[in-house]
């Protein structure tokens, strides 16, 4: 299984462009994709970026917009309302 990270858009251009290249931008935030397993090593190696975890997406959307820097850890599911939020399906035929 993954775990998922949103973290500022500029804490990983100065610290995790080089693992994470092709991470999506959500607003100011870039989405990072771990195994399970690199969790606790995540939290103990960012401790300074202030992580929180978050279950739900109207708590994730919330801090988003509110543009707060601590990064969130969150699963699938939560970042999959999350991402159909902030990129909602187009209805425009080109």
Known sequence: MSTYAVI????WADELVQRFPHAPLVQNYK???FADAETEQLKEDYTECGIVEMASSSEIIEHIQSDLKPWVILQVEPLREVMQHFNPPSDEVI
């Open 31 to 33: 989405v990072l994709v």
């Open 8 to 11: 500022p858009q500029e804490q």
